[in-house]
Antibody, heavy 120, light 106 residues
Framework: EVQLVESGGALVQPGGSLRLSCAASGFTLSTYWMSWVRQAPGKGLEWVANIKQDGIEKYYVDSVKGRFTISRDNAENSLYLQMNSLRAEDTAVYYC?????????????WGQGTLVTVSS | DIQMTQSPSSLSAFVGDRVTITCRAS??????LAWFQQKPGKAPKFLIYAASSLQSGVPSKFSGSGYGTDFTLTISSLQPEDFATYYCHQYNTYPLTFGGGTKVEI
């Protein structure tokens, strides 16, 4: 059974940092693009970042470029999102998803989400 | 960036109704469009890809159509479990984008 389990969400002050993790199981992580998507309270879905199977090719939404870094450890079956210089507008539930935007996966599996709150 | 505009933003319907949701892209995306369903407090569920291909395990009451800039999601006979928010999503070009959502209420 495919499972994605996020962790690492917390209350953090503006300007602070946080690292989210996504533990993958039930499939071979190294064969899929992986994604982070966020949802601010009461708002719609916003794609944040994608990373290719080899961990080299990466894409970000403009609002997080230079502040967030997506990475992966295929051997550990894990996906990460390092978030620096956090702002109030980064407050959201963060989901990891399998293969959003790729020809395999396409967003077929999502984790349950982890809440990041940026506030003083 | 490609903007995805859904209409309506919300609708009220009865059990058994046929419901159609529209999604328009700000530029042509071929058939690189997916639909997701989301219930409160839950992760999105993948319904349709390539504009009209039903994901495995998704009931056939869901159908999608369209190409280029105009797309639709149809639910042929609304059931209680279908009351949710639906999002379209383009994956033709980075940044990937979602529509604003359509909330389907009783």
């Amino acid at each position: 059974e495919v499972q994605l389990v996020e962790s690492g969400g917390a209350l953090v002050q503006p300007g602070g940092s946080l690292r989210l993790s996504c533990a993958a199981s039930g499939f071979t992580l190294s064969t899929y693009w992986m994604s982070w998507v966020r949802q601010a309270p009461g708002k719609g879905l916003e794609w944040v970042a994608n990373i290719k199977q080899d961990g080299i090719e990466k894409y970000y939404v403009d609002s997080v470029k230079g502040r967030f870094t997506i990475s992966r450890d295929n051997a550990e079956n894990s996906l990460y999102l390092q978030m620096n210089s956090l702002r109030a507008e980064d407050t959201a539930v963060y989901y990891c998803a399998r293969g959003l935007g790729s020809s395999t996966g396409r967003g077929d599996y999502w984790g349950q989400g982890t809440l990041v709150t940026v506030s003083s | 960036d490609i903007q995805m505009t859904q209409s309506p933003s919300s609708l009220s319907a009865f059990v058994g109704d046929r419901v159609t949701i529209t999604c328009r892209a700000s530029q042509g995306i071929g058939n690189d469009l997916a639909w997701f369903q989301q219930k409160p407090g839950k992760a999105p569920k993948f319904l349709i890809y390539a504009a009209s291909s039903l994901q495995s395990g998704v009931p056939s009451k869901f159908s999608g159509s369209g190409y280029g800039t105009d797309f639709t999601l149809t639910i042929s006979s609304l059931q209680p479990e279908d009351f949710a928010t639906y999002y379209c999503h383009q994956y033709n070009t980075y940044p990937l984008t979602f529509g604003g959502g359509t909330k389907v209420e009783i």
